[in-house]
C-alpha cells in the first residue's frame, strides 16, 4: 500500500510559477511509476505527467510540455511538478498518482494509487 499526499497548490497569477510536491509513504516508492493529472471544474480528468522509477524517462502532455518539469527524489519519496509560466486553462485540481510498473503510463486507469488532490488556481 501507498499513500499520497499533495501539496504545494495555490492562487497565482497567469505567467507565475508552482512548485506541487507529492510525499509517498511506504518503502516501495522507488519502484512505483509515478504520474500527475487534473481535472478542471466541469472537464475530464486529463493526464499532465508522468515519470518511471528511476527518473529518466518522463512524459508530457502537449499541453504543458516546455511549461512543467516532473522530477522524483526517491530518497524522500517525493515526486514533484514544476510548473512555470502558467496559464488560465492550467487551472483545475491536481493529482498524483502512482503504479508499480516498468514503463511510463498515461491512462489515469492503470493506476492504483492517488492522492487527495491540491488546488491549483491561475488568474489574469
Known amino acids: 500500500q501507498v499513500q499520497l499526499v499533495e501539496s504545494g497548490g495555490g492562487l497565482v497569477q497567469a505567467g507565475d510559477s508552482l512548485r506541487l510536491s507529492c510525499a509517498a509513504s511506504g518503502r516501495t516508492f522507488s519502484t512505483y511509476v509515478m504520474g500527475w493529472f487534473r481535472q478542471a471544474p466541469g472537464k475530464e480528468g486529463e493526464f499532465v505527467a508522468a515519470i518511471i522509477r528511476s527518473g529518466g524517462t518522463t512524459k508530457y502532455a502537449d499541453s504543458v510540455k516546455g511549461r512543467f518539469t516532473i522530477s522524483r527524489d526517491n530518497d524522500t519519496s517525493t515526486v514533484y511538478l514544476q510548473m512555470n509560466s502558467l496559464k488560465l486553462d492550467d487551472t483545475a485540481v491536481y493529482y498524483c498518482?502512482?503504479?508499480?510498473?516498468?514503463?511510463?503510463?498515461?491512462?489515469?486507469?492503470?493506476?492504483?494509487?492517488w492522492g487527495q488532490g491540491t488546488q491549483v488556481t491561475v488568474s489574469s
Open positions: 498518482a502512482g503504479r508499480m510498473a516498468f514503463v511510463v503510463v498515461t491512462s489515469p486507469n492503470e493506476y492504483a494509487y
